[in-house]
């Protein structure tokens, strides 16, 4: 079945409450995953940028609403119960209900009208289909993927020798080779397009690792990989990694695979991925912050 849209949600949860108890929002949670039918992979998955888990979040989202709407109530802390204009729509025997059908009510619409800061256009079309986190998700995914075809455009423009600067850099960020310094030293074979050499797997050089990182044109084949793989023959060495800006064809991803080595394929959108991430060619100054608070409902129990 899937997990369910926030919308689908409304009606399960407004009936749940039907038998006049107080109920908390965990327990709505736990009990709707239930009737969904949902896997114990469906309850886990999470947003991709927040790590917040999609279904409990579409659950509260809905309580929040159906409480705005005036049709659930938070007559202790932490717990909900149905209200008499809850009670009257379940007696309409409903088949659906979303936000259109809540609408109709002047404190929901009173309470979308405050959501709205002044002089920002109304997205109430957006924020009708989907939960404010999943729009916010969706315009952060959007400035994700616009960064990351930038940062490959920058690269695919820079020098070879700018492209061993940057690899070094990352490879630096993300805890190999020891400071900078000592990384240059055994980085430092620059080829055409890129560079070659071993890097210290970590600070003591208890191991080390074969770098190759070239600004391929086309996709890597297998055959590249294959070289590669007898390189680290050459060189009694048992990991590496191939960086490219382009990407890497089906046989080569199975051929790293089956490798007796321990050989790690990085294509161009793990290269911008791993960037970001560590902050290699992208910064956050005169950017604003945005930190999503939710209400914590165990603070609020009374013991």
Same mark, same amino acid.
């Given at each position: ?85 809850? *009670? ?20 929901? *619409?009173?309470?979308? *009208? ?109 055959? &590249? ?7 680290? &023959? ?16 089906? &046989? ?8 007796? *080595?321990?050989?790690?394929?990085? &294509? ?36």
């Amino acid at each position: 079945m899937g997990i369910p849209d926030w919308q689908s949600i409304f009606l399960p949860l407004l009936r749940m409450a039907t038998d006049g108890q107080q109920h908390r929002v965990k327990e709505a949670i736990e009990k709707l995953g239930v009737e969904f039918g949902l896997s114990s992979q469906e309850l886990d998955e999470v947003y991709p940028q927040s790590g917040i888990p999609v279904f409990s979040t579409r659950v509260r989202w809905a309580d929040v609403y159906l409480t705005k709407a005036g049709l659930l109530e938070h007559a202790e802390r932490g717990r909900f119960r149905i209200t008499e204009r809850g *009670r009257t729509v379940i007696a309409s025997n409903p088949s659906v209900l979303g936000v259109k059908d809540l609408e109709q009510y002047d404190e929901f *619409r009173e309470f979308k *009208r405050k959501s709205r800061p002044k002089d920002v256009p109304d997205i109430g079309q957006e924020l009708t289909t989907q939960p404010p986190q999943e729009v916010i998700e969706a315009a952060y995914q959007t400035w994700y993927r616009d960064l990351s075809e930038q940062l490959l455009a920058r690269v695919h423009s820079a020098s070879p020798k700018f492209f061993e600067k940057l690899v070094v850099d990352l490879l630096v960020a993300m805890g190999y080779g020891g400071s900078r310094k000592d990384a240059g030293k055994v980085i430092g074979k620059t080829g055409d397009e890129g560079i070659d050499g071993l890097i210290k797997e970590d600070k003591l050089g208890l191991d080390v690792i074969y770098i190759q990182a070239k600004r391929w044109q086309g996709a890597v084949s297998r055959k &590249d990989v294959q070289a590669f793989a007898g390189a680290l &023959d050459g060189q009694r060495a048992n990991k590496g990694v191939m960086i490219t800006t382009s990407h890497f064809t089906d &046989d080569a991803e199975g051929f790293s695979e089956k490798s007796s *080595r321990k050989i790690i394929l990085i &294509d161009g959108e793990h290269l911008a991925d791993l960037m970001i991430e560590h902050g290699i060619g992208v910064s956050d100054k005169d950017k604003p912050a945005y930190i999503l608070k939710d209400v914590d409902s165990d603070y609020f129990e009374e013991v």
